[in-house]
């Protein structure tokens, strides 16, 4: 029930490069078969079925070895922080495997402007400008490795979106395609992120990074 309830919220965010990527159309892994409705209204992340369980020496290490090859690709879209994320500072100390993202491996950076975002549950209200950038990578049980989306989420001026506290949700996949973001192009396909993030509403829609993964305060 519970991970029902958790599904629930999420869906198909991968989708565009999925449907336009042959490479990613064979792997079986995906779970496409379960994504229904209009594949432009997702209501969740696509998942990968059976990730690696990676301990944090091989995670970073294979994060290391596409790093750059990540930053590439997101950096394709033109947008800023696609260009600039890399250059901030990392808040997790390795890439962890997140379920709530489609069971990727991710990393959080934030800039300067979010840097209470260190300070994790006693982070308050992040400023305008706050932009917290999450690359992300798959590695399937198979062994193999493929790049995932640049999820972000940043911080408008009051009024922009009450229902998610001013924060525009974003989402570039990897071959720097943009894919969608709160009031701009693909406004819809990221709508199911600010439903999940609003289950934190009490902690600026933030939740922060498992703890054995947190850098030190
Ligand atoms: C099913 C719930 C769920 C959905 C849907 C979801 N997220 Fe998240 N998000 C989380 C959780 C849980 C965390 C913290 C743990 C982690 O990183 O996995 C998080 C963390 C983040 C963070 C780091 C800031 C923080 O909260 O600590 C960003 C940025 C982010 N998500 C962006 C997105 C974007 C963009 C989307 C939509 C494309 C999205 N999320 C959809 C649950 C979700």
């Known amino acids: 029930m519970l991970r029902l309830s958790i599904v629930a919220g999420f869906i198909a965010s991968l989708l565009a490069s999925v449907l336009s990527s042959p490479a990613l159309r064979a792997g079986d892994s995906l779970q496409i078969a379960q994504i229904s409705g209009d594949p ?3 209501r969740r992340h696509f998942r990968v079925r059976r990730p690696a369980r990676l301990d944090s020496t091989e995670a970073e290490e294979i994060y290391q070895d596409l790093v750059d090859q990540l930053a590439a690709g997101y950096a394709t879209s033109g947008r800023p922080t ?4 890399r250059a901030w500072r990392r808040y997790n100390t390795a890439p962890y495997l ?3 993202h489609g069971n990727l491996y991710i990393n959080n950076y934030v800039n300067e402007a979010g840097r209470a975002y260190g300070r994790f549950e006693d982070a308050g209200t992040l400023p305008v400008g706050a932009i917290i950038a999450k690359d ?3 590695v399937e049980r198979s062994g193999e490795v493929r790049p995932g989306p640049l999820f972000v989420m940043e911080k408008m001026p009051k009024g922009f979106n009450y229902v998610s506290s001013d924060w525009r949700y974003i989402q570039i996949n990897p071959d720097g395609k943009f894919f969608g973001e709160t009031h701009g192009e693909g406004d819809e396909r990221v709508a199911f992120c600010i439903g999940c993030h609003l289950a934190v509403e009490q902690q600026d829609h933030l939740f922060f990074i498992p703890g054995p993964y947190r850098v030190a305060p």
Do not use: C, H
């Open 40 to 42: 432009d209204k997702p």
């Open 82 to 85: 696609a260009q600039d994320y």
């Open 136 to 138: 992300s990578f798959i």
């Open 98 to 100: 997140s379920a709530t």
